[in-house]
């Protein structure tokens, strides 16, 4: 296996050699690469995002769905908030329950593949084409997300296949086949089961991995503008591909060192500017919510405004996508809804929290609208934003973009693998992952519109499937949840004190 991978990787050499030896050849590679690409995602962007009333199908499925399980369940986002944070804490581990990682291990992992360029590049971009107020409905996408992701990942937990061997396998693949079937509707659950990893796989040649090349190398050049395109796609590549080699152990070990790291560099960062700036802080909230109905001269008026915060939101956390469940089906534990519960937390780290930190570091440094920087967008406006404050950071924050943008796509990667399997079989992985570096190397030479639209595209229409075939189980995760609230509230669960 590991003399097929040095093949593979010699294979991806041999033309960036070529590109380094004759830099013409170089361009006109990567002008046909622009063009393939942007003309393909040109049409499929028009099919899958038509318009409803001024709002894409797409966003109006994430957002009606997550509206709609906040309220099935009773708001449970809210009611269930403190206890997400007790289990988290370990208050409710137990190392004898079936399972591969701890609730904080899955959460940290599911995180891994969300807190990213959503964060950074995406929250500047919301804010470039629907203006401050688009960040309100960010924060609105967020919260009605955390419910969405309550449902998934319980059902990625209560449908999970425990191998002889103890390893885990799940996610909407499992539970839109085996839960759709026990609601009598087992060609409709399959059928959804193999779309849903057919457009997962796609999903992880799309957002995390092409989206993530792409922006990281913006904020990479913007330090290093020497740097061109193929070879910071060649260098992401080939270190992507060793750690892939290593399978789940050693992405999650990867992940598990860098991302939290990385999160407290970029808060304290954040946070710095905005005390910094404490006396502009309420002007900036209010620049915010007058941006909410009155977007002024902004593409779409106010529709454009919300389209723009819910469809950024959506990208940002994956709520509803289906994604997350993939990871903490795999928790050590024999209540599925207590890993729900632990899910719901995801959205409000990495939207409420964090993507709200960004937006108000790029409103109270006013750089969306300073004429200085018109026309960067992404990771580079944000890291303009910090720039004007701290002139250090961009470096900083370049490292960080990269450090994130690699922990998604080694997370994505696992993701992908697993529907890939399902699809096809173990044997054939080496395919998958061949094309799946591939994709990589191509986000850093593409259009950064084009892997937008893509990455939007192929990531989002996973919630097609998934939200169709959770709402046929509401009513499962329904009675588990009222059945697990009275045990809780009762006292018959018991802590057992253990604490991160």
């Given at each position: 296996m590991r003399k097929t991978w040095l093949y593979v990787i010699l294979f991806?050499?041999?033309?960036?050699?070529?590109l380094a030896q004759d830099e013409a050849a170089g361009r006109g590679f990567i002008e046909n690469v622009n063009a393939i690409f942007s003309d393909f995602v040109a049409g499929f962007f028009a099919v899958l995002f038509f318009s409803v009333g001024g709002f894409p199908l797409i966003v109006l499925w994430l957002v009606c769905g997550a509206a709609f399980f906040t309220l099935r369940m009773n708001f449970i986002n809210i009611r269930a908030f403190r206890h997400?944070?007790?289990?988290?804490?370990?208050?409710?581990d137990d190392p004898n329950e079936p399972g591969e990682v701890s609730h904080f291990q899955a959460l940290a992992a599911a995180l891994s593949a969300t807190v990213g360029l959503g964060n950074i590049a995406g929250v500047a971009i919301a804010i470039n084409v629907g203006g401050p107020g688009a960040v309100f409905w960010m924060t609105i996408g967020g919260f009605l997300g955390m419910t969405s992701k309550f449902v998934e990942c319980t059902l990625g937990q209560k449908y999970r296949v425990v191998r002889p061997d103890g390893t885990i396998s799940g996610g909407p693949m499992h539970y839109l086949s085996k839960g759709l079937a026990e609601v009598g509707k087992k060609t409709l659950g399959k059928f959804l089961a193999i779309i849903f990893s057919i457009l997962a796989v796609c999903g992880a040649f799309g957002g995390p991995s092409m989206f993530q090349s792409n922006q990281s190398y913006g904020a990479v050049a913007s330090v290093l503008p020497f740097?061109?395109?193929?070879?910071?796609?060649?260098?992401?590549?080939?270190?992507?591909?060793?750690?892939?080699?290593?399978?789940?152990?050693?992405?999650?070990?990867v992940a598990g060192t860098l991302v939290p790291a990385m999160c407290v560099i970029y808060m304290l960062a954040s946070l710095w500017i905005i005390l910094s700036n404490f006396t502009q802080l309420p002007e900036a909230i209010a620049t915010i919510f007058t941006g909410i109905f009155s977007p002024g001269a902004v593409e779409g008026g106010v529709i454009g405004v919300v389209v723009q915060g819910l469809r950024r939101s959506a990208f940002s956390n994956e709520a509803g996508v289906g994604s997350a469940a993939i990871a903490h089906s795999a928790a050590r534990t024999d209540e599925p809804i207590r890993e729900g519960i632990v899910a719901l937390l995801e959205p409000f780290i990495d939207t409420i929290v964090i993507c709200n930190m960004t937006a108000l570091v790029i409103v109270i440094t006013g750089v969306y609208r300073n004429p200085q920087f018109e026309g960067i967008g992404g990771a580079e406006l944000t890291s303009a934003a910090f720039g004007t404050v701290i002139g250090w950071f961009p470096s900083i924050l370049a490292l960080a973009v990269f450090l994130f943008a690699f922990s998604t796509i080694i997370s994505w990667g696992y993701y992908g693998e697993r529907c890939w399997a399902y699809l096809f079989s173990e044997r054939s992985l080496i395919v998958y992952k061949v094309l799946f570096l591939l994709a990589i190397f191509v986000g850093s030479v593409a259009t950064p519109a084009a892997v937008i639209d893509f990455s939007d595209a192929m990531l989002l229409s996973m919630a097609f499937p998934n939200l169709l075939g959770a709402y046929f189980l509401t009513n499962k995760v329904a009675a588990d949840l009222k059945d697990y609230m009275r045990r809780l509230n009762s006292g018959e669960m018991e802590m057992t004190q253990q604490t991160l």
């Open positions: 991806f050499s041999m033309p960036a050699v070529a997400a944070i007790d289990v988290v804490q370990g208050k409710y740097l061109p395109g193929w070879l910071y796609g060649l260098i992401l590549t080939g270190l992507v591909a060793l750690v892939i080699l290593g399978g789940i152990e050693r992405i999650g070990m």
